[in-house]
């Protein structure tokens, strides 16, 4: 399993690019650091930002993962074993204080790091998405229809998420 920051870096550095540019461009950060290691929050804290730019990563995105870097070592950001025995919001709310981590971030690392069965990321596209397959809307729903639909998923929303992204792949055309 990575690391809580291993993840958020990853997340970080995938956003709002295709998935081959993220791969090409976090391979390049990875490759700064040493083999087998990657990078670590003060590596990464050391490393320069010409270095840095260089792999690819934008000025927001440097920030960003400098930010997480910092908040890893003031333990803002903590290991999966902490994390672990926190209630979700509390690991959204610690999350988020990180630059570039936003609530949808967050849910995924509680869905996909923490093993969380009841997380339902109702702005997630895929999921809007696949509940309109699902239940036949001709519009995306409103965050507030997902919430009111996913109380009756409760304790499970996160197999109903796994669910709704599966109904984009096998009911879109």
């Not at 890893?72 to 204080?97: C, K």
């Not at 990321?121 to 229809?145: C, E, W």
């Not at 998923?153 to 879109?172: E, G, K, M």
């Amino acid at each position: 399993m990575t690391s809580p920051y291993a993840s958020l870096l990853r997340a970080i550095t995938y956003q709002q690019l295709s998935g081959k540019a993220a791969a090409t461009i976090h391979g390049r950060v990875v490759a700064l650091f040493p083999t087998g290691i990657g990078p670590t929050p003060t590596a990464l804290l050391e490393m320069t930002d010409r270095a840095l730019r260089g792999a690819g990563l934008s000025r927001n995105k440097l920030s960003a993962l400098r930010d997480l870097s910092a908040k890893t070592l003031d333990g803002t950001v903590p290991d999966y074993a902490t994390l672990a025995g926190m209630h979700d919001e509390l690991v959204i709310e610690r999350l988020t204080a990180v630059r570039g981590v936003g609530r949808w971030t967050a849910e995924m690392l509680l869905i996909f790091g923490l093993g969380r069965a009841d997380v339902l990321p109702v702005t997630d596209l895929g999921i809007r998405k696949g509940f309109q397959l699902a239940y036949g809307m001709r519009r995306l729903p409103a965050t507030s229809t997902l919430e009111r639909a996913g109380r009756r998923w409760s304790p499970y929303r996160s197999v109903a998420s796994w669910y709704l992204w599966r109904a984009t792949d096998i009911l879109t055309p």
